[in-house]
């Protein structure tokens, strides 16, 4: 079952990238792959593991979110949070995750592999692409308060922080 109507309430705005600046964390929608072009509904909405190269040839790693349920997905996303990295530095998603080794094989084997709501052989949703048939990728990029409540993230951490010293004075 797909519930990719449920993810374009928050997948979206989207940008066109080049295919060889995909980064591991960060979520795309992958239009033309080979010859085959996928459009709406049946739209590859993956979030990528990682990058490995395989008898000369780059692999992107991914799992395609499509049949992830939504609440699923932003689980994993608030484990993988680094709360070291402030909202102020969001550029992309990946921008704000813990950072893995380039191939993702620890992120697969310590967050995904065994999170069957998100990777299962019923999902049958692990997908390795090869990143010279990638024709058309875009990237999605949340805007910052829908990354925010996504991922609990408090936009006002230095505001919370004054008003919680005014009220501790004023007691």
């Known amino acids: 079952m797909s519930f990719i109507g449920q993810y374009l309430q928050f997948l979206k705005p989207e940008k066109r990238v080049p295919k060889a600046q995909m980064k591991q ?93 998100v990777y299962s052989y019923k999902l049958g949703n692990y997908r390795t692409y090869f990143l010279e048939k990638l024709q058309y990728v875009s990237e999605v990029v949340l805007e910052t308060e829908e990354i925010g409540k996504l991922l609990n993230i408090d936009f006002n951490e230095s505001a919370q922080k004054v008003i919680k010293e005014d009220r501790s004075e004023n007691d």
């Open 25 to 117: 964390g960060n979520i795309y929608r992958i239009v033309r792959y080979g010859g085959d072009t996928t459009r709406g509904i049946n739209a590859r909405y993956v979030f990528v593991i990682g990058r490995v190269v395989d008898k000369g040839q780059i692999k992107i790693h991914c799992i395609k979110i499509n049949e992830v349920r939504p609440p699923a997905l932003i689980n994993l996303l608030r484990e993988l949070r680094d709360t070291s990295k402030k909202i102020k530095d969001y550029t992309d998603l990946a921008s704000l995750l813990k950072s893995f080794d380039k191939e993702g094989k620890r992120l697969f084997e310590g967050f995904i592999k065994n999170n069957r709501a």
